[in-house]
Structure formats: structure tokens, C-alpha cells
């Protein structure tokens, strides 16, 4: 009796172009992961969550749609077009009504999007918090929120920036712990209190 032979594993990687992959092909190309990403011409692959990063999503859509005006729409894990290399996936937008043309839209032009949402995960920190602000900042979306969990008590902690016309970079106009209200992009009064989290 002889063994088997044993057969490499069946997938491919795909092999980036030499100038790197365009937004075009992050709806062409098959078999990609969900939420995969396209930050500077390179494909951004998302880990599993972790249940502070699902439900923090949740709290926060239930929040803003309960509050947002008709011409303003809440959208979870949808690609932003912000150049042609640059193609990522906010946690949360909050889109123009307009935008939305059907239920088959896979993607937002930055200039449809009013507030991009990030919930800080731990194999995304430098993304979250730097690569992506600078570069909706830099397509010129309106306001960034940016979500973190904090201490032995996994207390959330918002932190909420407008964009500055001039330098075209984000100023931070509060940080909330208990309860995040502001004006903009609409009034906006959310429970996010860890008990708010623990009760979803």
C-alpha cells in the first residue's frame, strides 16, 4: 500500500500589479475576503473582530439613525472611493441621501461622505489611527470619529474631529466617555457608557 501525495493547498495569492491594484480591481478581482481594503494600491485584509469592535458599531448606527435628518443615511462596512488607489472601509459612514441609488451600491465617492467612523482594532492602530484620518481628511470628508476602547474596564472613548478647509487636516473638537453629543455632522446625543455596551 502507498501513501497519498500530499498536494499543495489549492488557493492563490494574488499578485499585485507592478504599480499596485486600483479600486477598479477591488470589485474585479475574485475570491477576495470580505471588507478587504485598497489603501495605496495594496489590498488591506481584516482580521476576525472582537466583540467590543461589532458591538461599539452597532451602539453607535442605532445612535446616529435615530437622530439623522432624510438627506443624511447611516452605512456599516462600505467602500469609500477616495482616489483611484485608495478604496477604504470606514466602520460606519454617514453618506448623503442622494448616494444611495439603489440596493445594489457597493461604494461612496468621498464627496458624498459626511462622517467616517473608525473602531480602533489591535491589528489596525497605525491604520485607524493615522494612514486613514490623513487620508479622508485629505479627501476632504467633513468629520472623522475615532473609537477606542480604554482601561481594565473596556470603557469606550470617542473622539470626535472637523475637518480644518485650510489645512486640510482634522482638529479634535472633543472626547466623550459617557455620552457623545454634538452638533455635527447633526445633533447627535448616544449613550456609550460601558453599561450602554454591555446592555446590546
Same mark, same amino acid.
Given at each position: 500500500m502507498t501513501a497519498e501525495p500530499t498536494t499543495a493547498h489549492s488557493s492563490r495569492w494574488p499578485v499585485p500589479p507592478?504599480?499596485?491594484?486600483?479600486?477598479?480591481?477591488?470589485?474585479?478581482?475574485?475570491?477576495?475576503? %470580505?471588507?478587504?481594503?485598497l489603501i495605496d494600491g495594496s489590498l488591506v485584509f481584516v482580521s476576525p473582530q472582537r466583540d467590543?469592535?461589532?458591538?461599539?458599531?452597532?451602539?453607535?448606527?442605532?445612535?446616529?439613525?435615530?437622530?439623522?435628518?432624510p438627506e443624511a443615511k447611516v452605512r456599516r462596512e462600505m467602500t469609500v472611493v477616495l482616489d483611484r488607489r485608495n478604496g477604504p472601509e470606514p466602520d460606519i459612514s454617514v453618506?448623503?441621501?442622494?448616494?444611495?441609488t439603489g440596493l445594489d451600491v457597493t461604494r461612496y465617492q468621498a464627496a458624498d461622505v459626511l462622517l467616517a467612523v473608525e473602531? /480602533?482594532? %489591535?491589528?489596525?492602530? +497605525?491604520?485607524?489611527?493615522?494612514?486613514?484620518?490623513?487620508?479622508?481628511?485629505? +479627501?476632504?470628508? %467633513?468629520?472623522?470619529?475615532?473609537?477606542?476602547?480604554?482601561?481594565?474596564d473596556q470603557h %469606550?472613548?470617542?473622539? /470626535?474631529?472637523?475637518l480644518d478647509p485650510v489645512t486640510k487636516a482634522y482638529a479634535l473638537t472633543?472626547?466623550?466617555?459617557?455620552?457623545?453629543?454634538?452638533?455635527?455632522?447633526?445633533?447627535?446625543?448616544?449613550?456609550?457608557?460601558?453599561?450602554?455596551?454591555?446592555?446590546?
Amino acid at each position: 500500500m502507498t501513501a497519498e501525495p500530499t498536494t499543495a493547498h489549492s488557493s492563490r495569492w494574488p499578485v499585485p500589479p507592478q504599480d499596485g491594484y486600483t479600486v477598479d480591481d477591488l470589485f474585479t478581482l475574485p475570491d477576495l475576503p %470580505p471588507h478587504t481594503e485598497l489603501i495605496d494600491g495594496s489590498l488591506v485584509f481584516v482580521s476576525p473582530q472582537r466583540d467590543f469592535h461589532s458591538t461599539m458599531i452597532d451602539l453607535l448606527v442605532t445612535g446616529l439613525r435615530s437622530t439623522a435628518p432624510p438627506e443624511a443615511k447611516v452605512r456599516r462596512e462600505m467602500t469609500v472611493v477616495l482616489d483611484r488607489r485608495n478604496g477604504p472601509e470606514p466602520d460606519i459612514s454617514v453618506v448623503r441621501a442622494e448616494a444611495i441609488t439603489g440596493l445594489d451600491v457597493t461604494r461612496y465617492q468621498a464627496a458624498d461622505v459626511l462622517l467616517a467612523v473608525e473602531v /480602533v482594532s %489591535p491589528d489596525s492602530e +497605525a491604520r485607524d489611527r493615522e494612514t486613514k484620518p490623513h487620508k479622508y481628511a485629505t +479627501a476632504g470628508i %467633513p468629520h472623522f470619529w475615532l473609537v477606542e476602547m480604554t482601561g481594565t474596564d473596556q470603557h %469606550p472613548v470617542v473622539r /470626535v474631529y472637523e475637518l480644518d478647509p485650510v489645512t486640510k487636516a482634522y482638529a479634535l473638537t472633543g472626547i466623550h466617555h459617557d455620552r457623545l453629543k454634538t452638533g455635527v455632522p447633526f445633533p447627535v446625543d448616544i449613550d456609550i457608557s460601558a453599561d450602554a455596551l454591555k446592555e446590546l
